[in-house]
């Protein structure tokens, strides 16, 4: 079964220093896709960035990157040059292609931005 | 810009009452999803539908049910509302069906709370 896991329930960065929130996964699976999503405080949770997990190269969006290490099956999120409104609660999440329309999502990381 | 709605941002209910939750999309997406979020356990999955009157169960579909008449809309229903069902709900909708590899588009949430 596909299991999502972030072991940091909070962490905490100052403003413009760089942040890496984990993300560790178990799939049996060889083709699948990874997330991570933003859920702002009181907003709606959008995608920050997606992997598949076929492309070797780390997904990259604006301040935001990933660290995708297949064999280890761990995803984490880098966030350079952090902004107040990067605080919110992060969650991974993994989608296999057998697996239809499921989702998983881990219990998600708190990130607090300090000024 | 995909559009997701939901009926409430807040809602309070006596147990027992029968609770309607409603999920509208705009952009003819043909997934949809109802997800309850309870911290420290991220987003688990009660039901998701891949079409009109078509309904799959989650990891956790006791005590709910669905209905999608039309594809834009997708209600979450509890029949007999408890305590135990506290919580956030999302719904969240993606663009084909059959495919868990595709970006989730999610609505505000609605914060239910049963007395």
């Known amino acids: 079964a596909q299991t999502v896991t972030q072991s940091q329930p909070e962490m905490s960065v100052q403003e413009a220093e760089t942040v890496t929130l984990s993300c560790t996964y178990d799939t049996s699976e060889s083709d699948y896709y990874l997330f991570w999503y933003k859920q702002p405080p009181s907003r709606q949770m959008i995608l920050v960035i997606r992997?598949?997990?076929?492309?070797?190269q780390n997904a990259t969006e604006n301040r935001f990157s990933v660290n995708f290490q297949k064999a280890a099956k761990s995803f984490s999120l880098k966030i350079s040059d952090s902004q107040l409104g990067d605080a919110a609660m992060y969650f991974c999440?993994?989608?296999?292609?057998?697996?239809?329309?499921?989702?998983?999502f881990g219990p998600g990381t708190s990130l607090s931005v300090i000024p | 810009d995909v559009k997701v709605t939901q009926s409430s941002r807040y809602l309070v209910k006596r147990t027992g009452e029968k609770v309607f939750l409603e999920c509208v999309q705009d952009?003819?997406?043909?997934?949809m999803f109802w997800y309850r979020q309870d911290p420290g356990l991220g987003l688990r999955l009660i039901y998701f539908?891949?079409?009109?009157?078509?309904?799959e169960k989650g990891d956790i579909p006791e005590g709910y049910s669905v209905s999608r008449e039309k594809k834009e809309r997708f209600s979450l229903i509890l029949e007999s509302a408890s305590t135990n069902q506290t919580s956030m709900y999302l719904c969240a909708s993606s663009l084909l069906s059959g495919r868990a590899t595709d970006t989730q588009y999610f609505g505000p949430g609605t914060r239910l709370t049963v007395l």
């Open positions: 999440a993994s989608g296999e292609k057998t697996s239809y329309d499921k989702v998983i």
């Open positions: 992997q598949e997990a076929y492309k070797q």
């Open positions: 952009m003819d997406h043909e997934n």
């Open positions: 539908s891949y079409d009109v009157k078509m309904k």
